[in-house]
């Protein structure tokens, strides 16, 4: 079966064109190398006691810098979200005027180090759960950028029992300090058994010698009796 092309022309792409194709992508990745990011930090979640005061972590980074830059926290709940408290960071150098939307939430980021963190005081139950950091920056063309902070919220923090890894790290330890004294051991019976071997050696040696002189072999000393003169 013959495949046949109707009216189907490809046309090469120059020089020109190609050098688009090219520096596009590169445009692309560098845009978003430079896009803004909010982040909690490498451990998203957090357990802590009813009625203790808890910091809800939050910074933003932008390669390119902020201009207007607006951010946000809100609460997840029973799937609806609340705002808790949001401003507007006019520069990086600039003290954003935060707007509060919750009791018993305090503002403590002041935009120093680019930080938009957050205290929650006296926490209830009803504070568990998913607690939402957003961001947006008119310079990157608005570009947006959110993250998720989970609380989670007990009458008490439960002690970890560490007695089964105390008793693997015993084992462990025990196992390696037995074959490394098996290890002495053997080395030093090896050692014992070739001096032992070299000894015997020796006497062999020796006990040879004493039986060749006594038997009057070439190299003894056996006393021998003059030749008596004929008269």
Known sequence: MEVQWAGVEFQR???QHTAVGLI???LLGAWYVQGLEM?????????AVNGSTVLLPCTYL???GIKDLYFSWTFNENGTMQKVCDSLIVSEESKPEVNIYRERVEFIGKN???NVSILLWNITFE???EWTCFGRNPKEKGRNHSTIFTLIVVDELRVVDNTLTIIIASAVGGGIAGLMAFMLLKNFTLFVL??????NKECLVTSSGI????NGLSGSKADSKPTPKRK
């Open 24 to 26: 596009f992508p590169l």
């Open 194 to 199: 070739a001096k032992l071997e070299e000894k």
């Open 211 to 214: 039986d060749n002189t006594e």
């Open 13 to 15: 792409m120059g020089p």
């Open 112 to 114: 120093i180090d680019r």
């Open 62 to 64: 932008s390669c390119i």
């Open 39 to 47: 982040s909690v930090g490498k451990i998203p979640f957090l357990q």
């Open 127 to 129: 504070d568990a759960g």
